[in-house]
T-cell receptor, first 115, second 112 residues
Framework: NAGVTQTPKFQVLKTGQSMTLQCAQDMNHEYMSWYRQDPGMGLRLIHYSVGAGITDQGEVPNGYNVSRSTTEDFPLRLLSAAPSQTSVYFC??????????????FGSGTRLTVV | AQSVSQHNHHVILSEAASLELGCNYSYGGTVNLFWYVQYPGQHLQLFLKYFSGDPLVKGIKGFEAEFIKSKFSFNLRKPSVQWSDTAEYFCAVTTGRRALTFGSGTRLQVQP
């Protein structure tokens, strides 16, 4: 089925470890973004990309890196995991920046625990 | 900067009760407004949206949302809730080219 695929669904990391959360979409969407969801705080934007080779910071970018080498993939890297990064991470996409006719398509999320 | 406030964090209702979830945003220009829903164990899904035109937006399962520009609000309503409406509801706003800004969410629990 077409959509946004996130892997893994669950992950436990030790403080200081690094890892990459994968996000792929097969809808030829130019715009992709990463949000983290924390209780009582809703979803906060980490990084976004308006196309291959172009990325920018969102509201809470510290501790995370992204790259966009292809239209399909938008991985999120945690360089040195900290307990404050325990959260549920969602990848979302839309056809183009500013094209909100259909809202965003969200992945199923990655639940990350840092101990 | 745009922001969204949802003042009801956790709402518990009995089936058949009426529902109104508040959403207020801060931005003085043209906005696109959304309600997303997250059912237990599922990912976020677009539920309702407003871009222009009739400020009363009707959605699925009897839900509706009303845009009141003078109050900077986009409240979600349903006259009679069902157990299957149990979910978390997020209001979101964008001013066109900016990323969606989400509210903190309202967890709705409907008791049978």
């Amino acid at each position: 089925n077409a959509g946004v695929t996130q892997t893994p669904k669950f992950q436990v990391l030790k403080t200081g470890q690094s890892m990459t959360l994968q996000c792929a979409q097969d809808m030829n969407h130019e715009y992709m973004s990463w949000y983290r969801q924390d209780p009582g705080m809703g979803l906060r934007l980490i990084h976004y990309s308006v196309g291959a080779g172009i990325t920018d910071q969102g509201e809470v970018p510290n501790g995370y890196n992204v790259s966009r080498s292809t239209t399909e993939d938008f991985p999120l890297r945690l360089l040195s995991a900290a307990p404050s990064q325990t959260s549920v991470y969602f990848c979302a996409s839309s056809p183009r920046r500013g094209d909100n006719r259909y809202g965003y398509t969200f992945g199923s999320g990655t639940r990350l625990t840092v101990v | 900067a745009q922001s969204v406030s949802q003042h009801n964090h956790h709402v518990i209702l009995s089936e058949a009760a009426s529902l109104e979830l508040g959403c207020n945003y801060s931005y003085g220009g043209t906005v696109n407004l959304f309600w997303y829903v997250q059912y237990p164990g599922q990912h976020l899904q677009l539920f309702l949206k407003y871009f222009s035109g009739d400020p009363l937006v009707k959605g699925i399962k009897g839900f509706e949302a009303e845009f009141i520009k003078s109050k900077f609000s986009f409240n979600l309503r349903k006259p009679s809730v069902q157990w299957s409406d149990t979910a978390e509801y997020f209001c979101a706003v964008t001013t066109g080219r900016r990323a969606l800004t989400f509210g903190s969410g309202t967890r709705l629990q409907v008791q049978p």
